[in-house]
């Protein structure tokens, strides 16, 4: 891989670093088993990966604190990983088991954990954002000093409801980050062909709302901007708009043979822009690591994913009568 050269010296001790090396591997590694359980017929439906785009929410979770709120679409098991959520748990719930976070019912797209603050894992285009909107609407009004990260794509970001979103949170100042993570590709279209601007995140202008481009592929200038971005909804401006631009390795999702790019184009992504790669050469470069304690962090991510895959495989199917479950809220009968 070619070498990378940082726009300045990382300012995060060497645990830190090892720390968003190994959040980042972890999420590899499992959505790589993940894509051998869905060509096994383990996993059914749909399954989005989130192979290339690591960097993104590790380096904004880096960036959160205790009781912060985070919200995203179908691309989610990363997402998951990055805030704590059990390997068994979010594998358990892929493979459609009663283990699963969702009791096997929500699959890739619609797991939650209240105890993380992760409100899902969302299937329809944008409609996550008026969600995590309104859970910043909720910590405003409560005044815990907590913020919401919002997380959606460069395709949704022409859906009609995100810039009714944009005009509320700018009306009532609240405290939500909406990430943009722009992996330059809506489904199969380029967002040169689907995108009238060539940055995103200059659409909150018209709404008063703040915002910057972040080189997704470096953990650190995602980190960064995420305290930047948090920093600002902490203090009672309002929201603030990160546009995080990366890169998905495979296609849209596993029935996407994603034809419409080259392999070449993907294979310098992976070999100039890596961002695993990326912190591995600051680790190695910097002697905070040898090549030795990176295999052995390797090996124990390997072993995490094989026990959350065989966990999965154990954990048995959810009974029928968990089809009337958890459909409607239980509320106390009120006197006439």
């Known amino acids: 891989m070619a070498t990378r050269k940082s726009a300045k010296k990382p300012n995060v001790s060497?645990?830190?670093?090892?720390?968003?090396?190994?959040?980042?591997l972890l999420i590899r590694r499992?959505?790589?088993?993940?894509?051998?359980?869905?060509?096994?017929?383990?996993?059914?439906?749909?399954?989005?990966?989130?192979?290339?785009?690591?960097?993104?929410?590790?380096?904004?979770?880096?960036?959160?604190?205790?009781?912060?709120?985070?919200?995203?679409?179908?691309?989610?098991?990363?997402?998951?990983?990055?805030?704590?959520?059990?390997?068994?748990?979010?594998?358990?719930?892929?493979?459609?088991?009663?283990g699963g976070y969702s009791k096997g019912k929500g699959g890739s797209m619609h797991m939650f954990s209240k105890e993380k603050h992760f409100y899902g894992g969302h299937g329809i285009v944008g409609a996550n954002v008026p969600l995590g909107a309104g859970l910043a609407f909720a910590d405003k009004y409560l005044e815990n000093d907590r913020v919401t990260f919002t997380y959606f794509g460069d395709g949704a970001a022409n859906q009609g409801q995100v810039y009714e979103t944009f005009n509320m949170a700018a009306l009532w100042d609240l405290p939500v980050v909406f990430v943009i993570e722009n992996n330059q590709y809506a489904m199969g279209t380029s967002q040169k062909r689907s995108t009238s601007t060539p940055d995103i995140y200059t659409r909150g202008e018209a709404f008063g709302i703040p915002g910057e481009a972040v080189d997704g592929m470096d953990v650190l200038a995602v980190k960064e901007a995420g305290e930047k971005a948090v920093a600002h909804c902490?203090?009672?401006?309002?929201?603030?708009?990160?546009?995080?631009?990366?890169?998905?390795?495979?296609?849209?999702s596993m029935s996407d043979p994603a034809k419409y790019r080259t392999r070449e184009e993907v294979q310098k992504m992976r070999e100039e822009k890596d961002a695993i790669e990326h912190v591995r050469e600051l680790l190695l470069s910097g002697k905070h690591a040898t090549e030795e304690d990176l295999k052995a962090i390797d090996k124990e991510i390997k072993s995490i994913v094989?026990?959350?895959?065989?966990?999965?495989?154990?954990?048995?199917?959810?009974?029928?009568?968990?089809?009337?479950?958890?459909?409607?809220?239980?509320?106390?009968?009120?006197?006439?």
């Open 14 to 24: 060497a645990d830190e670093l090892k720390s968003y090396y190994r959040d980042m």
């Open 30 to 98: 499992f959505e790589e088993k993940a894509g051998q359980l869905y060509g096994m017929g383990l996993i059914g439906g749909f399954c989005h990966l989130y192979i290339g785009q690591e960097a993104v929410v590790v380096g904004l979770e880096a960036a959160a604190e205790e009781g912060d709120k985070r919200i995203t679409t179908y691309r989610d098991h990363g997402h998951m990983l990055a805030c704590g959520m059990d390997p068994k748990g979010v594998m358990a719930e892929l493979t459609g088991r009663e």
């Open 234 to 252: 902490r203090s009672g401006k309002g929201p603030y708009i990160l546009e995080i631009k990366t890169y998905r390795y495979r296609g849209h």
């Open 306 to 336: 094989n026990d959350a895959a065989e966990f999965s495989k154990d954990s048995p199917e959810p009974d029928v009568e968990e089809l009337w479950t958890d459909i409607y809220a239980e509320v106390a009968p009120q006197n006439a």
